[in-house]
């Protein structure tokens, strides 16, 4: 889904930026594992038998794609597609200033 798409929904319909993106994620996470379970043959399952995956996987979901994801559909309810577009290629910018921060979470985390 697009952010045009997106905005059309903030505009003409009661979506709210936090619904959207859990129903985008959850979408998201089950076609890939649909094509996981196609292309490998192995259990969508495997995963959640390593605890070091299981935090990993928990860590990206929370810290990596839910903020991101959030954030860039909250600009576009608030503003509009531009300027969130704009945004959020800042971001790797902005996310120099806080790697080292992220780097220590990641490694306190692997303990």
Not at 1 to 12: K, N, P, R
Not at 19 to 37: D, N, P, T
Not at 78 to 107: E, H, K
């Amino acid at each position: 889904m697009s952010g045009t798409v997106a905005e059309y929904l903030f505009e003409h319909h009661l979506v709210t930026p936090i619904w959207l993106v859990g129903i985008r994620l959850f979408v998201a996470g089950l076609l890939l594992l649909c094509w996981s379970r196609i292309t490998t043959g192995e259990s969508i399952f495997k995963i959640w038998h390593n605890k070091r995956e299981i935090l990993t996987l928990i860590a990206f979901a929370l810290l990596g794609m839910l903020p991101f994801q959030l954030t860039y559909f909250m600009e576009i309810r608030y503003g509009n597609v531009p300027t969130a577009s704009v945004l959020q290629f800042f971001g790797p910018i902005l996310l120099w200033d806080t790697l080292p921060f992220l780097i220590i979470s990641y490694l306190t985390l692997l303990k």
